[in-house]
C-alpha cells in the first residue's frame, strides 16, 4: 500500500471493519473542520480547511466503510529553504535544503492506539522521500508526550525548543525533523501495510 493509491485498503481498525485510505477533497471540506476541531486546540481558519480539501496541501485521509474521516495527515506540496523562509519561525532558516513540512496529523479518539497515524505518517514520509526531500520537519506541544512518542518511533528527532510557540492555545514547541540520510530511518523504514 502507498501513497499513490487512490482508493487503497485496510483491515487496521476497530472490530476489522474495511478502512479506506485516500487523498482529501472538495467534499470532504465539512468533515476536515470537524475533525481538526476536535482534536486540536488552536483554531484555524476555514481557509486552512478548504485549502486542504481542495488540494493546496499534500493529504491522505483513512474513512469508515460509512465514509467517516477517522484519521487524516497534511504536508506542504513545496519544499521550505532558507532562501524561501521569511514569515516561518527563525529555526527554519537551519532547515536542510528540501525539506518539507509536515502541517497535520491526528485521529478521532475512538479510533486512537490502532496505528493509523503510524499508516499515515509512513505514507508521507514515503511520500516526501519519492518527491527528492532530505527531510522533514515538525512542530509539536512539548506537553503532547503521545504525539511525541509517535515521531520519535518514526525516527524524528528534536531539532528546536521555541518557548510559547502555541500560544494562546497551548505553550511551548519542539521542532521535531525526521532526515533521510539519518541511520535511525533506515531502521524504520516506510513500509505501512
Ligand atoms: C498523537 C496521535 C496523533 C496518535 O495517533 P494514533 O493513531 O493513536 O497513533 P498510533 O496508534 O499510530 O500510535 C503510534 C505510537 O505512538 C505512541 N502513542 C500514541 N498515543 C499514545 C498515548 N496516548 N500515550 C503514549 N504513547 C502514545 C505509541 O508509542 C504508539 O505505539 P504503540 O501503540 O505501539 O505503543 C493522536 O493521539 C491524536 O490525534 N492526538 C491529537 C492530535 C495531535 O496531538 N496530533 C499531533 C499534533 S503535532
Redesign the pocket.
Known amino acids: 500500500m502507498n501513497c499513490h493509491d487512490r482508493r487503497s485498503k485496510t483491515r487496521r481498525g476497530p472490530e476489522s471493519k474495511e478502512l479506506t485510505k485516500r487523498p482529501m477533497r472538495p467534499g470532504d471540506f465539512s468533515q476536515i473542520k470537524s475533525l481538526m476541531e476536535d ?2 486546540p488552536m483554531k484555524y481558519p476555514d481557509s486552512y480547511f478548504w485549502d486542504i480539501a481542495a488540494a493546496a496541501y499534500w493529504s491522505l485521509g483513512i474513512f469508515t466503510a460509512n465514509d467517516e474521516l477517522i ?1 487524516i495527515v497534511v504536508a506542504g506540496k513545496e519544499f521550505h529553504n532558507d532562501r524561501t523562509i521569511h514569515d516561518k519561525p527563525p529555526e527554519f532558516r537551519y532547515l536542510p535544503e528540501k525539506t518539507v513540512y509536515m502541517y ?4 478521532k479518539p475512538p ?9 499515515l505518517a509512513r505514507d508521507c514520509l514515503r511520500m516526501c522521500r519519492e518527491r527528492g526531500a532530505s527531510a522533514v520537519y ?4 512539548a506537553e ?4 511525541i ?2 515521531y520519535e ?1 518514526l525516527g524524528f528527532k528534536s531539532f528546536a525548543f521555541l518557548a510559547q510557540y502555541y500560544s494562546p492555545y497551548g505553550g511551548d514547541a519542539l521542532g521535531k525533523i525526521l532526515r533521510f540520510d539519518d541511520k535511525i530511518h533506515s531502521n524504520s523504514e516506510c513500509t505501512a501495510k
Open positions: 482534536i486540536f484519521a497535520s496529523i491526528g485521529t479510533y486512537r492506539r490502532l496505528k493509523l497515524s503510524t499508516i515538525l512542530h509539536v506541544m503532547n508526550l503521545a504525539a512518542r509517535l518511533k
